[in-house]
């Protein structure tokens, strides 16, 4: 794949996130000040809950991007169109048998986590969620298929649209019908992704209008390769649902809800830092069948790029936090802040983990990637039980925090060992003075809040930002990486 190409490709990811962060920050404002906390906290709940069904899929939606990259780097389109064909048709009919066998369990799940109240607003949603799930179950193949084809800049710019659409239609059907609207924008937004992005791979490959081409050959290898994901993505369908059901039995819906603004508004985050690195996926399975000699080179600069990047935003976004409920929320509150702060230092040192585990995808050796969700799932839900009885939300908060930063260090640690790579490579002079001068910055904006804590909001907020300014500017200036990626980029 040519520079060009990687470059178009990780900067659209970007703008991508760029533009989904800030509908829906509008959104999700729209949304506790129409509904409330609590109903947002329903919704949620019922999305974590039938998400588990997608255990039907096989890993197959996964294992699109690899093994399209693989057929196109050795020239086979009509291989491609098969693998394509193949995978909508397994994954289409064996979701909508799991569905309909999953749609009492979800009635049953739903009764026990929500109170009885609110249940006959909960109940009519579960069906909706369900073909959500199968709709946004064929979406991830297209868009899968268009990475594989490194046309993630078209997958990119669909997905803004996608959400922006999305974002128009919650705003009109909610106020018409109340929470039940979320549901009828969901799977409206899904059925016109689908729809264009299958086009969008009609155009690139050879497809039928429908799929009608089964290949047991190609379905075999993908589900080799797929098993590993679909464990993959079991444990990781776990966390959602897990985290919500404990905070929801130890806290409140209200919790919940907050949760899951302040889960959207990191991870919104991480993803403007990942999006770059997610085109490694394709470029790695490239480099594999043609130069797997260069792979090394390519962890090591991505990991570097992004610990750069990871420090200023992740500490920034931290001071920023109380500022933000101020401005989303309408007032301070501190159940948003308090999972703010927990997710911001959680998926910081899961973010630095990144570039090792999409190079294992892109290789194909997904064993570590697997054992890392396992075990995060294991500890997240022996923690919350432990830490809910003790500390309530507190300390499902902080359960999710210790399995979620343990079980990511899997696949780093497995990639520096297998290739003999010191950890204390990875960190250059410049690294360690930025983030030491990060962490003394934080510190010093925690004893302002405390000590100035009748000032407000807004005052706190211009005092914090200037003070990691004033301690992050030089080490950001004199950095190495800071110029490389400016080069990069304008090349």
Not at 123 to 135: D, G, H, K, N, R
Request: proline residues 4%; aromatic residues 14%; glycine residues 6%.
């Amino acid at each position: 794949m040519k520079d060009k190409r990687i470059v178009s490709n990780a900067l659209m990811s970007i703008a991508q996130v760029i533009v989904s962060a800030l509908v829906f920050f509008f959104l999700y404002k729209f949304l506790i000040q129409t509904l409330g906390p609590a109903k947002v906290g329903i919704w949620s709940l019922i999305l974590a809950s039938t998400s588990a069904s997608q255990i039907a899929n096989l890993g197959l939606s996964g294992s699109v991007v690899k093994f399209v990259a693989k057929y196109l780097a050795r020239d086979e389109p009509e291989t491609v169109s098969k693998l394509l064909q193949t995978t909508f048709l397994t994954v289409a009919v064996l979701m909508a048998g799991i569905l309909l066998l999953f749609y009492p369990i979800s009635i049953y799940i739903i009764g026990f986590l929500i109170e009885a109240p609110l249940l006959p607003e909960a109940t009519p949603l579960i069906p909706m969620a369900l073909v959500s799930v199968w709709l946004m179950a064929l979406s991830v193949i297209s868009n899968g298929g268009l990475d594989g084809l490194q046309k993630i800049d078209t997958r990119s710019s669909l997905q803004m649209v996608g959400n922006i659409f999305y974002a128009a239609l919650c705003f009109v059907l909610v106020k018409q019908y109340g929470l039940i609207g979320i549901a009828y924008a969901n799977i409206i937004q899904y059925v016109v992704v689908l729809l264009v992005s299958y086009s969008l791979l009609r155009r690139a490959v050879q497809l039928p209008l429908i799929p009608h081409q089964w290949d047991a050959s190609l379905f075999k290898e993908m589900l080799s390769y797929g098993v590993n994901i679909q464990v993959t993505n079991i444990a990781t369908m776990l966390f959602d649902p897990i985290t919500k059901a404990l905070l929801s039995h130890f806290g409140s819906l209200s919790l919940v809800g907050f949760y899951e603004m302040a889960n959207k508004l990191v991870t919104q985050l991480r993803s403007l830092i990942v999006a770059a690195n997610a085109v490694l996926v394709p470029v790695v399975a490239n480099l594999n069948e043609k130069e797997p000699e260069r792979i090394n080179k390519l962890y090591i600069d991505s990991f570097r790029a992004i610990f750069f990047l990871s420090v200023p935003a992740y500490s920034l976004l931290i001071v920023s936090v109380p500022f933000i409920s101020q401005i989303w929320i309408g007032h301070y509150e501190a159940e948003f802040v308090q999972c703010a702060l927990f997710l911001s230092v959680l998926w910081f040192f899961n973010t630095l983990t990144v570039p090792a585990y999409f190079i294992y995808q892109g290789i194909g050796d997904l064993r570590w990637n697997t054992l890392s969700h396992i075990l995060i799932a294991v500890l997240n839900l022996i923690f919350g039980i432990v830490f809910g009885k003790v500390w309530g939300g507190t300390g499902i908060l902080t359960s999710w925090f210790l399995a979620a930063s343990l079980g990511s260090l899997v696949s780093p640690f497995a990639y520096h060992i297998y290739h003999r790579y010191p950890f204390t490579k990875l960190w250059t002079f410049h690294d360690i003075i930025l983030f030491f001068s990060a962490v003394t910055a934080l510190a010093l904006c925690a004893a302002i809040n405390i000590i100035y804590s009748g000032h407000t909001i807004m005052w706190l907020f211009i005092v914090n930002g200037a003070l990691l300014i004033v301690f992050l500017a030089i080490p950001l200036w004199t950095h190495p990486m800071r110029s490389r990626l400016i080069s990069y980029i304008l090349r």
